[in-house]
């Protein structure tokens, strides 16, 4: 993913332009507040460099529900947030392999597990085969004897 073309966390301009209207487009897939869609684009932009929405809500000055709620009920709002979760996966996962090579032998293991899966991944088996025909074996007889039993208390009341 690209950047994001984020304005400065100041900068929420209602002056109308081409730029404005085409970010608009980009991020929201519904009108809304002239400034909302330049705040959510610097929420995303703080999010993709952090991966802390709590963060990127301070910079943005938005509050925590104004994403959730853009995130529940905006599809192209999502799709962009996605984008930037993509990026802090990628950011994490370049400082895990940092972190790795430089040492860090859990981190390494964790790593080689996902980039190598038939080498390292943990193998656990357990042969369990019951047959179906044995299962109904077992219940057709387990009827039988429940009624036996049934015609037995009849046969002494």
Do not use: W
Not at 65 to 87: G, I, N, S, W
Not at 110 to 126: C, Q
């Amino acid at each position: 993913m690209g950047t994001l073309n984020a304005p400065e966390a100041g900068d929420f301009s209602d002056a109308p332009n081409d730029k404005n209207d085409k970010e608009i487009e980009e991020i929201l897939s519904k009108p809304a507040y002239r400034s909302t869609p330049a705040r959510l684009r610097v929420f995303l932009e703080a999010y993709a460099k952090t991966g802390r929405v709590n963060r990127a809500c301070e910079a943005a000055g938005i509050a925590h529900k104004t994403h959730y709620r853009r995130l529940e009920c905006d599809p192209v709002y999502r799709r962009a947030f996605e984008q930037a979760a993509e990026q802090v996966g990628q950011m994490l996962e370049d400082a895990a392999v940092d972190r790795a090579l430089n040492g860090d032998s859990h981190l390494l293991l964790a790593l080689l597990k996902r980039f190598r899966p038939d080498a390292y991944r943990e193998r656990v088996s357990a042969d369990i085969s019951i047959s179906l025909v044995d299962r109904m074996t077992a219940a057709v007889e387990r009827v039988r004897m429940l009624r036996r039993h049934d015609d037995s208390i009849e046969c002494a009341g």
